[in-house]
C-alpha cells in the first residue's frame, strides 16, 4: 500500500473554498489503496477543535496555532514595515518553520512514497516549507496549486501583474520557481492553472496532473429549515458563496430587470438571491435595482451544508465568475452543481476553465456582462423555449469529471509516472 503525506493550510470547509477542496479530496481518497497522513495547520482566523466532516482512517497531524500566530496574524503594522523593507510577512516566516519542524518529525518517522503539497489562496508556506526541506530526503513531491502563487500572477481584474511592494513580490516570484523546479511534478484543478503555472516557470517539460474540485455528496437533511433564505411560493435563481469584488452581479442586474420589464407577470413570481459575504463595492449595484420585492441578498457567511441544501432546493443556480477575459480558476461551485444534478446558468469567460469543461455547446452560459445573451437566455429559460431535459443530460454526463473516483485514477497515474522516472534515473 503506498504511503502518501499530504500538507495542507486549510480543512475548514465552513471558511473557505479551498477548505471545502482539501475536505472533499482528502474523504474521496481509498483508503484500501493509500495509506494517507495529513499535516495541517490552519489560519488562526479559520482555526477549529473538531473535525467530524473528515474520514477517521485519515491520520491527521496537526500545527496548532499559538499565541504569535494570532499576534502576528492581527497586527498588520508589523505586517507592512516588513513586507514593505524586507520583502517578508512575518506570520508566513513562523508557519513555514513550524511546517518544517512537523514535517522532518513525520519523515523521520515514517517512510512515505509521495509528499502532496496544498496551499490556500496565494500562501505557498507549504510549498516552501518543503522545497527548503527537499534537500534533506528523497521522495517524490507533488505540488498543488489552487490559485495562481504569488498574488501577482493572478489575472486581471484580481491583479494588475504586480502590488505596492516589489520586494515582495519579487522574493514570493522566486519561491514559487524554485517550489516548481523542486518538485517532481505540478498539479492543479484547472488545465488553464498548470498552463498558466508553466509559462511562468518557463519550465515546458514540467510534468502536470488535474486533480479537478470533487463533489463528495454529504447527507442532508431535507427537515432543515430554509424559510429564512427561501420562498417557496417563488421561483428561485440562487447564487450561493462569496460575491468579491472581481465577480460584478451588475450585468446579471440589469437583463433580469430588462426581463421584468417586459414580463411583469412574473414580478410576484421570481426571487433573485444572493447568499454569502458580499463585497462591499456591489452595494450600490444592488441599491439600484429597482424591482426590491424580487431582490435577496442576505449578506452572511453560511455553513457549506446550508450552501449545498440551498443550491439544491432551487430552481436555477447562478455561477458567477470575473467578468473580465480570463479565469484559470475551476470553481469549487462548479463540482458541487453538477455533483447535485442541478440545471444551472453560468457567467464566465470564453477563455476560462468552466467553459473548457462545459465545453461550447451548453446553452446557458455567456459572459458576466453580456446583459443581450443573460436576456435572451432568460425569455427563452422562461418561456420554456428550452429543451430542460437535454441540458440535464449534458449536466449528467459531466459528473464522472468531479467523482471521487476520479482522484484515485489520477493518484494511479501519478504513481504510474513516478515508476517510469524512476526507471529511467
Not at 472533499?24 to 490552519?42: E, M, P, R, T
Not at 512514497?113 to 490556500?120: G, Q, S, V
Not at 421570481?270 to 450600490?284: A, C, K, M, Q, R
Not at 459572459?367 to 435572451?376: C, V
Amino acid at each position: 500500500m503506498k504511503k502518501i503525506l499530504i500538507i495542507l493550510e486549510c480543512i475548514n470547509k465552513n471558511r473557505s473554498s479551498e477548505g471545502i477542496a482539501s475536505v472533499n479530496f482528502l474523504n474521496s481518497i481509498d483508503l484500501n489503496s493509500y495509506d494517507i497522513h495529513s499535516v495541517y495547520y490552519q489560519y488562526p482566523q479559520f482555526d477549529i477543535d473538531k473535525l467530524d466532516w473528515l474520514n477517521e482512517g485519515i491520520k491527521l497531524h496537526k500545527i496548532s496555532n499559538d499565541i504569535l500566530d494570532f499576534s502576528l496574524s492581527k497586527n498588520n503594522k508589523i505586517k507592512n514595515f516588513f513586507s514593505s523593507y524586507f520583502g517578508i510577512v512575518p506570520l508566513k516566516e513562523y508557519r513555514v518553520l513550524k511546517f518544517k519542524r512537523k514535517i522532518s518529525q513525520l519523515i523521520k518517522k515514517e517512510k512515505f512514497d509521495l509528499i502532496f503539497i496544498r496551499t490556500i489562496a496565494t500562501s505557498g508556506c507549504s510549498h516552501r516549507a518543503v522545497s527548503e526541506l527537499s534537500h534533506s530526503f528523497d521522495i517524490p513531491i507533488l505540488s498543488y496549486f489552487n490559485d495562481p502563487i504569488p498574488y501577482c500572477l493572478m489575472p486581471y481584474p484580481y491583479s494588475n501583474g504586480y502590488t505596492n511592494n516589489p520586494n515582495f513580490d519579487l522574493k514570493e516570484k522566486k519561491i514559487i520557481k524554485a517550489v516548481i523546479n523542486k518538485s517532481t511534478a505540478i498539479a492543479s484543478p484547472s488545465q488553464k492553472l498548470n498552463e498558466l503555472f508553466l509559462d511562468f516557470s518557463q519550465d515546458p517539460n514540467k510534468k502536470t496532473f488535474i486533480f479537478p474540485h470533487i463533489f463528495y455528496e454529504e447527507v442532508l437533511s431535507e427537515k432543515e429549515d430554509l424559510s429564512e433564505f427561501l420562498d417557496f411560493n417563488k421561483i428561485n435563481i440562487t447564487h450561493c458563496g462569496s460575491l468579491l469584488s472581481q465577480r460584478d452581479p451588475s450585468g446579471l442586474l440589469k437583463a433580469f430587470e430588462l426581463f421584468l420589464d417586459d414580463n411583469p407577470e412574473f414580478l410576484s413570481k421570481i426571487s433573485l438571491n444572493f447568499f454569502g459575504p458580499v463585497t462591499e463595492n456591489h452595494f450600490p449595484v444592488f441599491k439600484k435595482f429597482k424591482y426590491k420585492d424580487c431582490l435577496n441578498v442576505i449578506d452572511k457567511r453560511i455553513s457549506h451544508s446550508k450552501s449545498l441544501a440551498l443550491m439544491k432546493k432551487s430552481d436555477l443556480f447562478l455561477l458567477l465568475e470575473s467578468s473580465f477575459q480570463h479565469s484559470p480558476f475551476m470553481p469549487v461551485k462548479l463540482a458541487e452543481v453538477i455533483g447535485l444534478n442541478k440545471i444551472f446558468l453560468s457567467l464566465a469567460p470564453i477563455d476560462s476553465e468552466t467553459r473548457r469543461i462545459l465545453g461550447p455547446n451548453y446553452p446557458l452560459q455567456t459572459e458576466a456582462l453580456n446583459i443581450d445573451e443573460i436576456l435572451r437566455i432568460l425569455n427563452e429559460f422562461f418561456s420554456n423555449k428550452l429543451d430542460l431535459k437535454d441540458i440535464q443530460g449534458q449536466v449528467n454526463m459531466l459528473e464522472p469529471y468531479i467523482l471521487p473516483s476520479t482522484v484515485n485514477k489520477e493518484l494511479d497515474t501519478v504513481f504510474e509516472y513516478l515508476k517510469d522516472v524512476k526507471c529511467t534515473t
